[in-house]
């Protein structure tokens, strides 16, 4: 995953101090969700509203992209006719939508929880189960 | 006496845990035990060789040529459904990493609270609520995460896959959430596939012995014997398993919820993933979204291997071949935090004498003379009937 130059800096020079794993939210089924509920190690790092704005986003894009509609009845249709060999050339809504996801982590990184010592982690990476935040030792990070 | 310290860059599947195989530099995913695999394909393509050197030509001239055209039309779609099955992942859920394990396990311990000594801890069981029924997480002491609902651990490829069917030798793969759907039209159109020669070589037999007679008409094509035999005998098996499937789609169950009787009357838990409409299960199972593979196989990683001066037996480069070396894994799998409850009986994976020997599935599975269709997850104590999977 691309990572910015400051996210790198801080990387190297911030230690770890603790990770916390924000698990999945299965109440509606297997769909991807992931729980809201603020985890009490980030409570003087960040605004609780902010945080669950950012899950609340992250679980709208992955229902978007696991929604059972006529676009994806049609693309499953169309797939099935052609064997499959469709996908060869062409790029699944899932994917188009994870790469939505994978921008905007980065973007709520650079701009959100960077700058508060904060690390989010795409979901993809840990096989869609946690949101892995990395939560860097307070230094010289604070405004 | 001096090491050299290497870090080279090698693909993420070469690490994986797991008792995978895996070809194409990642791109192609199998179990371990690939002979029956062989065998189905072997058969599929010597019935439909035999049915296109002996029967075509007589019914392409007497009948119709559409009829060779559409058995190739149906045998590339028989063997495209077969292959993508077998090679894709099947939605296998990558082992949590160390600090993930230690999270989980301590708010295990937490929940648990204290414990007096001698007495043993209780299960490990989280209960959620879906759709207003309480369904239970079970721990996987192999990955070291809560299963998600639905998810099952494979004890053949040592995975957790998530939406687990089953494992199936003859297509030499589990059978999961990204390719039941591949795995469902395969034996659909095999047994179409089955249906069409079978018909076509008595019609054959019937007309050619209007003209020849019997005798000299199995003379002329000793193939139609070999076919007839062979598509007898798959039908009963195929046809069978099709509808079976076809009934498991309605009610949007798998085979293992099935066999283990998750959602059957006695424990009053209604199947909380159901539609309660046919078409909308049908339709979310076979149309629905086309799920990424969460593992990432072609992606690159850096690995720290050192050579010392003395010569050594090469060890934790990178097999091409396969990724389950008997080296010890210095990224994925750690020292086990809590005893590994699930670990598999064999010591040693010997990669080339497993994939030469008998189909038969090692470990905890029951002896029978024909691969098992469907196979259990290790924790689970019904036995298979292989009856209601034909």
Same mark, same amino acid.
């Given at each position: %995953? ?32 992931? +729980?809201?509920?603020?985890? =009490?190690? %980030? ?5 609780? +509203? ?13 229902? &978007?992209?696991?929604?059972?509609? =006529?676009? =994806? ?16 050339? %062409? ?45 860097? &030792?307070?230094? =010289?990070?604070?405004? | ?15 994986? *845990? ?32 035999? !049915? ?24 590339? !779609? ?17 082992? /949590? ?7 989980? $396990?301590?708010?295990?311990?937490? /929940?648990?609270?204290?414990?007096? /000594? ?16 309480? #369904? ?14 639905? /998810? ?131 339709? $979310? ?17 850096? $690995? ?22 008997? #080296? ?12 590994? $409850?699930?670990? *598999? ?46």
């Amino acid at each position: %995953m691309a990572e910015t130059h400051s996210l790198q800096d801080m990387r190297q020079q911030a230690a770890v101090a603790a990770k916390v794993f924000i698990q999945r939210d299965y109440t509606n089924g297997t769909v991807c969700q992931f +729980q809201t509920k603020f985890p =009490s190690e %980030m409570e003087t790092r960040i605004d609780k +509203q902010q945080f669950e704005e950012t899950v609340r986003t992250l679980n709208n894009l992955y229902a &978007e992209a696991e929604k059972l509609g =006529s676009q =994806s009845y049609i693309e499953g249709c169309l797939a099935c006719l052609t064997a499959y060999t469709v996908f060869l050339c %062409m790029e699944t809504h899932y994917e188009k939508v994870l790469k939505k996801i994978a921008k905007y982590i980065q973007e709520q990184n650079d701009k959100i929880y960077a700058p508060r010592g904060l690390l989010l982690t795409d979901p993809i990476e840990r096989g869609l189960r946690v949101i892995e935040v990395t939560i860097f &030792e307070d230094r =010289s990070l604070t405004r | 006496m001096s090491a050299v310290m290497i870090t080279r860059k090698v693909r993420k599947w070469e690490k994986l *845990p797991g008792k995978n195989t895996f070809c194409c530099d990642g791109r192609v995913m199998m179990a371990r035990q690939k002979g029956v695999f062989y065998l189905t394909l072997f058969l599929i393509v010597g019935t439909c060789s035999l !049915f296109f050197a002996f029967e075509c030509p007589y019914l392409a001239l007497h009948l119709s040529p559409a009829i060779p055209v559409f058995a190739v039309l149906l045998f590339l !779609f028989v063997i495209a459904m077969l292959l993508r099955t077998s090679f894709s992942d099947p939605g296998v859920l990558p082992r /949590a990493l160390p600090e993930e394990a230690t999270f989980i $396990e301590m708010e295990i311990e937490a /929940a648990n609270g204290n414990v007096p /000594a001698g007495q043993r801890p209780p299960p490990r069981i989280r209960n959620v609520q879906i759709n207003n029924q309480i #369904v239970k997480l079970k721990y996987c002491y192999t990955c070291k995460i809560f299963r998600p609902p639905r /998810a099952s651990h494979c004890s053949i490829c040592d995975n957790c896959v998530d939406r687990f069917d089953h494992h199936c030798p003859w297509v030499g793969n589990c059978v999961g959430k990204r390719n039941y759907r591949y795995f469902y039209l395969f034996t659909m159109s095999l047994s179409l596939l089955t249906i069409y020669i079978f018909t076509f070589d008595i019609v054959h037999v019937v007309m050619r012995s209007v003209d020849k007679g019997f005798l000299n008409t199995l003379k002329e094509t000793p193939g139609t014997v070999l076919e007839v035999l062979v598509c007898f005998f798959t039908l009963w098996s195929v046809v069978g398993l099709t509808g079976f499937h076809t009934y498991l789609i309605s009610l949007n169950q798998t085979t293992n919820e099935d066999i283990k009787g998750s959602w059957s009357g006695k424990n009053r838990v209604q199947n909380p993933y159901s539609h309660k409409n046919i078409i909308k299960n049908c339709c $979310e199972v076979l149309c629905g979204p086309t799920y990424p593979s969460v593992l990432d196989r072609r992606g690159l990683m850096e $690995e720290d291997s050192s050579i010392s001066a003395t010569p050594v037996a090469p060890s934790s480069s990178s097999s091409t071949t396969s990724s389950s070396n008997p #080296v010890p894994q210095t990224t994925k799998t750690t020292a086990p935090l809590i005893p590994n $409850e699930h670990t *598999p009986d064999d010591a040693k994976p010997s990669i080339a004498a497993s994939a030469e020997k008998s189909p038969s599935p090692k470990e905890e599975h029951p002896p029978a003379k024909v691969p098992p269709l469907a196979s259990p997850e290790t924790d689970v104590e019904t036995s298979i009937t292989k009856d209601k999977t034909h």
